[in-house]
T-cell receptor, first 115, second 114 residues
């Protein structure tokens, strides 16, 4: 069974500071890994994904994440936080299950950006 | 219309009411999902339809009844709900056979049960 652990339900950073949101996963097969972002009163939007190949993946809005198999981690980073980055971020792991993608989400991390 | 559209965006209902949530996807996908998002809980997968066949029913109470008349439409019929069913209900779609596993979400229907 696959699982996702996000360390820290709330993270606060100053505007312009580094953003680091942590995610560890477990999966019995090579994983597909995702970060989704959710703004207030909206659905989830894909930020970036890792399937195969390069372990450093770049996403939208300047975010990137690095797949580290030895550490079973997929941490999300952004060099410089903007006010518009304030949202909730979800890490997810996916594996094919029959005819659909079985996706397991973490509990989410709310990012607060302080002016 | 593009992407995944959910209606209504907000719904308030009493415990004895019957209502339905609707989801429509314009992406040509062939798998659709219902998720429940409650405060302080992980997203809970409720139902999955793949190629219009229900392939997952994640121990959801019978007061929730899904319907998938075709690959573009998904409904969640609600009856005799409880206050603890108040949550954001998210619809998503994906392409069966895709090697990315990416889900495309609608904006959700915020349900309040009085």
């Amino acid at each position: 069974a696959q699982s996702v652990t996000q360390l820290g339900s709330h993270v606060s950073v100053s505007e312009g500071a580094l953003v680091l949101l942590r995610c560890n996963y477990s999966s019995s097969v090579p994983p597909y890994l995702f970060w989704y972002v959710q703004y207030p009163n909206q659905g989830l939007q894909l930020l970036l994904k890792y399937t195969t190949g390069a372990t450093l993946v770049k996403g939208i809005n300047g975010f990137e994440a690095e797949f580290k198999k030895s550490e079973t981690s997929f941490h999300l980073t952004k060099p410089s936080a903007h006010m518009s980055d304030a949202a909730e971020y979800f890490c997810a792991v996916s594996e094919r299950s029959g005819g659909y993608q079985k996706v397991t989400f973490g509990t989410g991390t709310k990012l607060q950006v302080i002016p | 219309e593009t992407g995944v559209t959910q209606t209504p965006r907000h719904l308030v209902m009493g415990m004895t009411n019957k209502k339905s949530l609707k989801c429509e996807q314009h992406l040509g996908h062939n798998a659709m999902y219902w998720y429940k998002q409650s405060a302080k809980k992980p997203l809970e997968l409720m139902f999955v339809y793949s190629l219009e066949e229900r392939v997952e029913n994640n121990s959801v109470p019978s007061r929730f009844s899904p319907e998938c008349p075709n690959s573009s439409h998904l409904f969640l019929h609600l009856h005799t709900l409880q206050p603890e069913d108040s949550a954001l209900y998210l619809c998503a779609s994906s392409q069966v056979g895709s090697n990315t596993g990416e889900l495309f979400f609608g904006e959700g229907s915020r349900l309040t049960v009085l």
